[in-house]
């Protein structure tokens, strides 16, 4: 599902019409990323947990020439899902 797919099961399933779908949608969107990269977490109550995860330094090798590389330290979002979206996943 990509996010038109979104506003519009979000126009399905309420009483918004689009534009307040996407505004919201959009809205979330912003939020969302205004908070990790301040690098706070965000937790969604059954649904899950975003945070941002800092990455060591690691070696790896490259698969092109087998020469080995290091990958640089770096920060990544984390996913955790909550207990009800496991459940309703299967």
Do not use: W, Y
């Amino acid at each position: 599902m990509n996010k038109t797919e979104l506003i519009h099961a979000i126009t399905q399933s309420t009483d918004l019409n689009q534009t307040v779908a996407a505004q919201a949608v959009q809205g979330f969107l912003e939020t969302v990323t205004g908070s990790l990269s301040r690098g706070e977490k965000i937790s969604l109550s059954g649904f899950g947990t975003f945070a941002v995860v800092n990455r060591a330094a690691r070696c790896c090798r490259n698969p092109q020439n087998g020469k080995k590389m290091t990958i640089a330290p770096c920060k990544a979002v984390k996913f955790r899902p909550g207990k009800k979206l496991m459940e309703s996943v299967g």
